[in-house]
């Protein structure tokens, strides 16, 4: 589905990601793991578009998409919940969830869409007049994810989904991406500190360490692997 | 209470064309954070449009009358926004991501190319504005003189409000435009494609300040190249005055400071019409810096 061969990314001077490569097969949960700064946001932004790839292929169902505008790189079925959420919080929450379906023309798949988010975050239907910035963090987030899911996406990538939730908003917020990978057969690239979490919903990781990726392999095998289990599970 | 009245009308015909340029400042400073300084010259050259269009309008419509007005209204509105287009993409895309100090710079420039290349193309005396609309007598009540050109400015800057108001609350390129102005990096994360919503509010802007032009012109029929520097700076403060990015905000600014122009004309002395914004410009400043209706922006880091 996603493949990255040797991307290399930067922020004027400063490189973030020195080549790496991964590959994310379709229908699957992939995670993203490591220490605050090792380069998990700057590998989602670099795939969706936001930041320009310096070196290095981004193939999405097998296309090289690195150097695509951002909102083609979206008409292609990707869909990206950023860091820190980004909701429009001077829109209602209904007008975010059609900020989603942006580039939907049929009004019966909208519908559609808005249903099946409705029923998945029953909270956003009782909030859909509200301004978003109403909203309470995990209704944020809730939000956040339903937006994404509005642009039918083939492939979702989640940016800290957990953070600055209480450890019950991220259990069911959890339960909701395992639902829908299940359900609607998204692929999802999951980026996290949350490392345990993570590596518990996924079926296979990468460890990304100062902008390279040191580890890799199933989510179970990572698990029980002592390096991991000392730098990122708490010993 | 007649001399009160008739400067209250005074100032909201001159207020209403006021809001209208600042619109255009506040919408693009809501997108792109800066100031357009060359907006004042789109609402120049939107008075010369309707210069030049007034008599080939004229062989095709009777002239002076409403359908003429509307005619010349229409097409130089559509004429600007081609051009706020073509400054956007020629003047200001290129510099996308530079530092803010590099865009305004520019746009000075851009208002000194429009202003010079003004004086050039149209000549830099005075040009008397046909008239475009008879005038029609209306209401001597005791004293108070309202001009059908005066109705004409309110009832035109209404309807543009109307219709701006819903453009940008009910349409999906206006959704786009109110999310853009809060999260660009988001708004292109749904599928907006930036370039097109930036290039359509420069569109939007433009068309209302060259409506702004042809009212202005209507009211006061002496054009030149330079008449777009003072009401632009004026329309800059009443844009600041509501609330630079607050569109309510703009017109509210706009009305405000028309009036208190007549006002101070009218009981005061006109020598110090033109200080009048500036003077509002220094106290809202030090008093509200962020506008009557602005909200405070927390710097980002």
């Known amino acids: ?235 | 209470m007649t001399e009160f009245l008739q400067q209250l009308i005074n100032g909201l015909a001159f207020g209403s064309i006021l809001a209208l340029i600042a619109l255009g400042y506040t919408m693009v400073y809501g997108i792109l954070r800066f100031i357009n300084f060359a907006h004042g010259d789109v609402f120049m050259l939107g008075a010369f449009a309707g210069f030049y269009l007034a008599p080939k309008i004229a062989r095709v419509l009777p002239t002076p009358s409403i359908g003429s007005g509307l005619a010349v209204l229409f097409a130089a509105m559509l004429i600007c926004a081609a051009i706020g287009v073509v400054i956007e993409r020629f003047a200001y895309r290129p510099l996308r991501g530079r530092p803010k100090l590099t865009v305004l710079i520019t746009a000075i420039g851009v208002s000194l190319f429009l202003e010079y290349t003004g004086q050039f193309v149209f000549g830099a005396a005075p040009k008397s504005f046909p008239r475009l609309i008879p005038d029609y007598p209306i209401a001597h009540v005791g004293g108070l003189s309202v001009t059908s050109d005066q109705i004409i400015v309110l009832s035109v800057t209404g309807l543009l409000l109307v219709a701006l108001r819903f453009i940008v609350l009910k349409t999906k390129i206006g959704m786009a435009m109110r999310a853009l102005s809060f999260n660009p990096e988001a708004a292109a994360l749904m599928g907006v494609n930036t370039d097109i919503v930036i290039s359509f509010t420069f569109a939007l802007g433009s068309a209302l300040a060259a409506a702004a032009g042809i009212l202005f012109a209507i009211n006061y029929p002496a054009i030149d190249p330079l008449m777009g520097i003072l009401p632009g700076l004026k329309a800059f403060v009443a844009a600041v005055l509501g609330g630079i990015g607050n569109l309510p905000g703009a017109v509210l600014g706009g009305l405000i400071i028309g009036v208190t122009e007549a006002f101070v004309s009218g009981y005061i002395s006109s020598t110090y019409r033109d200080a009048i914004a500036f003077g509002v410009l220094i106290l809202i400043l030090l008093v509200k810096p962020s506008g009557l209706l602005g909200k405070k922006e927390v710097e980002k880091v």
């Not at chain 1, 988010?117 to 987030?141: C, H, K, M, N, Y």
């Not at chain 1, 980026?191 to 518990?200: D, G, I, R, S």
């Not at chain 1, 390279?212 to 989510?219: A, E």
Request: net charge positive.
């Open chain 1, 1 to 235: 589905m996603l493949e990255l061969r040797n991307l290399t990314a930067s922020y004027g001077a400063i490189t973030a990601l020195h080549g790496i490569s991964l590959s994310v097969p379709p229908g699957r949960i992939v995670t993203l793991i490591g220490a605050n700064g090792a380069g998990k946001t700057t590998t989602l932004k670099a795939i969706s578009g936001l930041l320009r790839a310096r070196r290095g292929e981004i193939l999405y169902d097998g296309k090289n998409i690195a150097g695509l505008p951002t909102h083609q790189i979206v008409k292609l079925g990707l869909s990206h919940v950023p860091e820190g959420r980004m909701i429009f919080v001077n829109l209602t929450v209904m007008e975010n969830l059609q900020m989603g379906a942006y580039l939907q023309k049929d009004r019966q798949a909208i519908q559609r869409e808005l249903d099946y988010v409705f029923a998945t975050f029953p909270r956003l239907q009782e909030r859909r007049q509200q301004i978003a910035g109403t909203l309470s963090g995990g209704e944020q987030q809730m939000l956040a994810i339903g937006r994404a899911l509005m642009s039918k996406p083939k492939f979702l990538m989640l940016d800290e989904p957990s953070l600055g939730l209480a450890p019950l908003l991220v259990k069911t917020i959890f339960e909701k991406i395992i639902e829908i990978n299940r359900q609607q057969g998204i692929t999802i690239l999951l980026v996290e500190q949350n490392a345990n979490l993570a590596l518990e919903v996924s079926h296979s990781g990468y460890v990304l360490e100062t902008g390279k990726i040191t580890l890799q392999g199933d989510s179970a095998a990572l698990r029980r692997n002592p390096q991991v289990r000392s730098a990122y599970l708490g010993g």
